[in-house]
């Protein structure tokens, strides 16, 4: 049960990294400040994303 629990939590912290660096991506920020922010997301997967979440730069999402 742990493992299966552990993949799951593994799953979604990964489609929410994906998710992060795809806004970054889309944002209207500098080349060298989206390298920066896709390499925080991709080296602190959970750290980085805490962080994008409270000091990145956004996408221009539409709902």
Do not use: E, Y
């Not at 489609?15 to 922010?37: M, P, R």
Request: hydrophobic share 65%; charged share 10%; aromatic share 6%.
């Amino acid at each position: 049960m742990g493992s299966t629990f552990n993949s799951l939590v593994g799953l979604i912290i990964l489609a929410l990294d994906i998710w992060a660096i795809i806004n970054v991506l889309k944002s209207g920020a500098s080349t060298g400040l989206k390298i920066v922010w896709v390499l925080l997301i991709l080296l602190l997967p959970v750290l980085g994303l805490i962080i994008w979440a409270i000091a990145g730069p956004r996408g221009d999402v539409r709902l």
